[in-house]
């Protein structure tokens, strides 16, 4: 019978990106994806700050930011005119080394992925369905439908669904999925274009009639429009063509259209999973929540599923953690996902709202507040940490404890470089680490030693205070670069006892073991 540790069900940004951190890590994973071919069109555009931090650990981010496109500013226009523009350039500077928002298309993002992944001798196993599978308490049996129209049986220690809004995996498990469907209809247009708005920035209506956007991509002149339709053309998606909404660009925005290369329209529903861990059965992605495009979050939000989870499988795998460390998956993401449903609804209601009053609030109200606001260094700050997630953290979480400065166990590290010493560059080592910004104490020193916990001691100055570390205090951070114990005495006890609370061995790397049965 075919064994693996990991049976991954999806073989898009989320998927991958779970394959790609459990195969660096020793993992033994089935990658399975029902279509014939990668996509070659795609939705999801933004790579938040975050999501490169994290890429950076997979020897990812250069390489994606070298192949997107940066944007440095977003504009704001009402009734043919530019009526703002916010800058991004210099809001995230000391924040994080990708201080902007990056534009990489989700197709040529799965390509890369996928490149990386049989870099590492796994691969997409293609026209490969999940039929159905059940758990078997110390497995679990997939049924599967290969290429051949054949079906096996094969085993596998977990399943992770990552197939999307219709979820095979979500619908065998029986998970609730609550929520609801947008009324507008979603378009999506990548144009070859010339005009004002096709200057390397990101663009956005503000008129009465349907939202849209304009996002820029790697290459002169190239673009993407993003829009609703709200109007008795709603009705019949199917019909709708690029000529039913040109109009809208051309004349609000000046978008000249040179070429199209690709058009499709789409609904966008709102809903998160009443659940997402089921036994040896996980939900990720949009398998797990989907939500509006506002804001660039929902393939961000699946890649920090991945990773999250993907350490925990492997600690578990390795026998260095208990089954229970599992549960801290869906108490870490859950929250984070109903959260955000809850605010691109915000954000998506307040573009595409109706009525005089709303038209007032976004025509006349809006492209006066927002510059305002954001001539204020702490507003854009804020705002640049909430949608590049910086700002995500799992202070109440199971595997959060403790606080020293600032920060808090939960907490993203802060980034920190000081003479051209970046603190970052230690979160390539993927495992259990220590932190100490001043001075670590001999008992520290020998304790890490004696277990073999890497410490990495990092020079006291202006910019550690100002980062949030206290001076001599140690965190303890875990293998996806999420601080959990912060500790100000610096004591090797607080790390000992940790470990003990929790039965997790901090010094064991990570790595994958044997297939069941193998």
Not at 81 to 105: C, N, S
Not at 153 to 169: K, P, Q
Not at 244 to 266: C, E, G, H, M, P
């Amino acid at each position: 019978m075919n064994r693996s540790d990991v049976m991954i069900v999806g073989a898009g940004p989320t998927g991958l990106a779970l394959a790609l951190w459990l195969t660096k890590l020793g993992v033994k994973v089935r990658l399975l994806d029902k279509t014939a071919e990668p996509g070659t069109t795609s939705r999801a555009l933004a790579i938040q700050a975050r999501t490169l931090e994290l890429y950076r650990q997979l020897d990812l981010a250069d390489e994606i930011v070298k192949r997107g496109h940066k944007t440095p500013a977003v504009n704001l226009w009402v009734k043919g005119k530019k009526a703002a523009r916010a800058p991004f350039e210099k809001v995230g500077l000391g924040l994080t080394p990708y201080p902007f928002l990056h534009i990489f298309p989700q197709d040529e993002h799965e390509r890369l992925l996928i490149e990386r992944l049989e870099q590492l001798g796994a691969s997409v196993e293609r026209n490969a369905e999940l039929m159905d599978f059940e758990d078997r308490g110390g497995a679990i049996a997939a049924r599967i439908r290969g290429a051949d129209g054949q079906e096996e049986v094969c085993e596998a220690a977990y399943i992770a669904g990552c197939d999307g809004a219709r979820s095979r995996v979500r619908e065998i498990i029986g998970a609730g999925f609550p929520g609801g469907t947008y009324r507008q209809i979603f378009y999506v247009a990548d144009v070859d274009a010339q005009g004002p708005a096709i200057d390397g920035e990101l663009h956005v209506d503000l008129d009465e009639a349907d939202f849209l956007a304009v996002f820029p991509l790697a290459g002169e002149g190239r673009a993407r429009l993003i829009g609703t339709v709200r109007d008795e053309r709603a009705d019949h998606p199917e019909t709708l063509k690029f000529e039913d909404v040109s109009d809208r660009a051309i004349q609000n925005l000046k978008v000249q259209v040179r070429r199209l290369n690709w058009f499709s329209t789409y609904h966008v529903h709102h809903r998160v999973a009443e659940h997402f861990r089921y036994g040896r059965a996980f939900l990720l992605g949009d398998a797990a929540h989907i939500h509006s495009p506002a804001g660039g979050q929902g393939m961000n939000t699946g890649i920090g599923d991945a990773i999250n989870l993907a350490w925990k499988l492997s600690s578990v795998l390795s026998a260095i953690a208990p089954d229970s460390l599992l549960d801290s998956y869906e108490a870490e993401r859950i929250g984070f996902a109903r959260r955000l449903v809850a605010t691109t609804d915000r954000a998506f209601g307040f573009a595409t709202a109706e009525g005089p009053l709303a038209d007032v609030i976004r025509t006349r109200v809006a492209p006066l507040l927002i510059p305002a606001i954001a001539s204020f260094e702490s507003a854009r700050e804020y705002l640049f940490r909430t949608v590049a997630q910086l700002t995500l953290n799992y202070r109440n979480g199971p595997l959060s404890t403790g606080k020293a400065g600032g920060v808090c166990g939960g907490d993203r590290l802060p980034w920190s470089p000081s003479d051209n010493l970046d603190n970052y560059a230690s979160l390539t080592d993927m495992r259990w680490q220590v932190h100490v910004y001043g001075a670590a104490s001999a008992q520290l020193t020998a304790w890490c030693a004696e277990q073999d916990i890497p410490l990495h001691a990092f020079g006291w100055g202006p910019e550690r205070e100002a980062a949030g570390f206290a001076r001599d205090a140690l965190y303890l951070l875990r293998p996806d670069a999420y601080v959990a114990l912060a500790d100000s005495t610096g004591s090797p006890e607080a790390l000992a006892r940790y470990g003990v609370e929790r039965g997790l061995k901090l010094g064991c790397r990570l790595a994958g073991r044997p297939p069941a049965g193998g």
